[in-house]
């Protein structure tokens, strides 16, 4: 039987198969650049559509390209779910080293004008962009993470967000459901 676990890692998985082949490449992720770039209404040979480009791309290399166990240039699946098993198991200190850089270069994608916080508007613009969420669905989502008391999302709120969709087992854990519904 599936945990939660499992099954948020398998809907990530399916938010960021930007493509739908079932399958991640390198090729996913240059579309995902290529749909925040134009999302954030940027000069296609800007400085900051080649930074947007760059981060994206590090997202690639850096956690995704090396769970491709059978080197085909494709992460299946199965690879992808049993890579975040293996890396994270079940201690919350394997993140800063798994997780951490990428979601960094997440929430900086995210924070578009700088301010170091991530207001509801560039929330569901990533989350639209790079996982193809639908604005009413990631619009909801960020309010469930983000207490109306806050100005924005910030960078430490983004890693607890994260720990508690790779780490908490609870069924109705609003985190669950960042990547899209389950």
């Not at 900051?48 to 059978?70: G, S, Y």
């Not at 993140?95 to 301010?115: K, M, Q, T, V």
């Amino acid at each position: 039987m599936e945990t939660i676990r499992q099954r948020k890692l398998r809907r990530y998985f399916t938010a960021i198969d930007a493509d739908g082949s079932g399958a991640l490449t390198r090729g996913d992720f240059e579309l995902v650049a290529t749909r925040y770039v134009d999302a954030l209404g940027l000069a296609a040979d800007s400085r900051q559509a080649e930074e947007t480009r760059a981060a994206t791309l590090k997202i690639w290399d850096d956690l995704i390209a090396p769970m491709d166990v059978n080197g085909d240039g494709e992460v299946s699946p199965e690879e992808f779910v049993d890579a975040l098993e293996k890396s994270l198991a079940t201690d919350r200190a394997a993140y800063a080293e798994s997780i951490r850089p990428s979601a960094n270069a997440y929430f900086d994608l995210c924070d578009a004008d700088g301010s170091g916080e991530v207001d509801e508007k560039e929330y569901v613009r990533l989350m639209g962009a790079a996982c193809g969420i639908p604005s009413e669905e990631a619009a909801a989502t960020y309010r469930t993470l983000v207490p109306a008391a806050r100005d924005g999302m910030t960078r430490e709120s983004w890693h607890e967000m994260l720990l508690s969709f790779f780490y908490d087992e609870e069924p109705d854990s609003a985190a669950n459901h960042i990547f899209g519904r389950l």
